[in-house]
């Protein structure tokens, strides 16, 4: 993959045929290249670690990219499986949440919590949910495909 010129993001490792994975998306998306790679944020010089999301756009050698720091992935993991395991339930709730108590978990993080909850500020809300919970059920199977993996990973890797 030709990484434009002008990025910051220096690739280490990278998915060059990610468009051919792409859950539903696959071969029919923008997005080409998954990459882990250093890039500089703060006017330190430090560098870090980030995910990048190369997209290809209709003008030749113009690129597309969004780069997300690795803790927010796994923070972004964290947070989509414990709103999986909310939905494993929710049909107990008539709007599949209780409107009562919307925060759904607390997770311990370096001295704080992250609390996941419904978006109540959502004035779409009972929609909205409805919707998300019927995507999640439309790609179980991917999703469910992806997350065996992850767990394998993550136990070879002895967690």
């Known amino acids: ?33 998954l990459s882990l790679g250093l890039t500089q944020w703060n006017g330190e010089g430090m560098a870090n670690v980030a995910a990048k999301i190369w997209r290809n756009t209709e003008e030749q050698g113009s690129g597309q990219s969004e780069e997300i720091p690795i803790h927010r992935i796994l923070d972004l993991s964290i947070l989509f499986c414990s709103a999986l395991t909310h939905f494993t339930e929710a049909y107990r709730y008539e709007h599949l949440y209780d409107p009562q108590n919307p925060v759904l978990d607390r997770i311990g993080l370096q001295g704080n919590a992250m609390t996941v909850a419904v978006c109540t500020d959502n004035n779409e809300i009972n929609e909205d949910i409805k919707q998300f919970n019927e995507a999640l059920s439309d790609n179980g199977e991917m999703i469910g495909e992806r997350l065996r993996t992850l767990s394998r990973t993550l136990k070879e890797m002895g967690y």
């Open 1 to 33: 993959m030709k990484i434009p010129a002008s990025t910051n993001h220096k690739p280490v490792i990278i998915s060059e045929n990610y468009g051919d994975v792409d859950g539903r998306f696959a071969n029919n998306t923008d997005v080409k290249a």
